[in-house]
C-alpha cells in the first residue's frame, strides 16, 4: 500500500521555522519525484516545491524561494521541507505528493507544478503562522 505520511506542521510566529517531513513506504521511493503542495482556506491549492529522484534537481514557486530549502534523503524514504522566514501568508494545509519526472520538469518549464503529474497524494500537516 502506497503512502506518504505529512509531519512537522504546527504554529509559529512570523519570521520563525518549521521542518516539514514527508514520509513514504510501499513504492520504489527513490523511482519518484516527491513535491509538497498547500492550500490556504478559501484559496487554490498551490504548488511550491518539487524535488526529482535521485540528481537532485528542485523546483520552488516564487512565493517561497529563497525561504524553503526542500531535499530528500533516499535511505530513508522521506523528504524534507525547511521553511523559514515564515509568514501568515504562508498559512495552509501542506500536502506531500509523488509523481515522476514530469512533475519537476514541467514546473520548471512553466514555472507552475501542475497536479494532474500527480500519482499519489498524501495527507496534509497544518503549519499556520501568527503575526
Known amino acids: 500500500e502506497v503512502q506518504l505520511q505529512a509531519s512537522g506542521g504546527g504554529l509559529v510566529q512570523a519570521g520563525g521555522s518549521l521542518r516539514l517531513s514527508c514520509v513514504a513506504s510501499g513504492f520504489t521511493f527513490q523511482d519518484y519525484a516527491i513535491g509538497w503542495f498547500r492550500q490556504a482556506p478559501g484559496q487554490e491549492g498551490e504548488g511550491i516545491s518539487c524535488?526529482?529522484?535521485?540528481?537532485?534537481?528542485?523546483y520552488y514557486a516564487d512565493s517561497v524561494k529563497g525561504r524553503f530549502t526542500i531535499s530528500r534523503d533516499n535511505a530513508k524514504n522521506t523528504v524534507y521541507l525547511d521553511m523559514n522566514s515564515l509568514k501568515p501568508g504562508d498559512t495552509a494545509v501542506y500536502y506531500c505528493a509523488m509523481g515522476g519526472l514530469m512533475l519537476l520538469t514541467t514546473a520548471q518549464a512553466m514555472n507552475l507544478m501542475d497536479e494532474t503529474y500527480v500519482d499519489f497524494w498524501g495527507q496534509g500537516t497544518q503549519v499556520t503562522v501568527s503575526s
Open positions: 524535488i526529482s529522484s535521485t540528481d537532485p534537481r528542485t
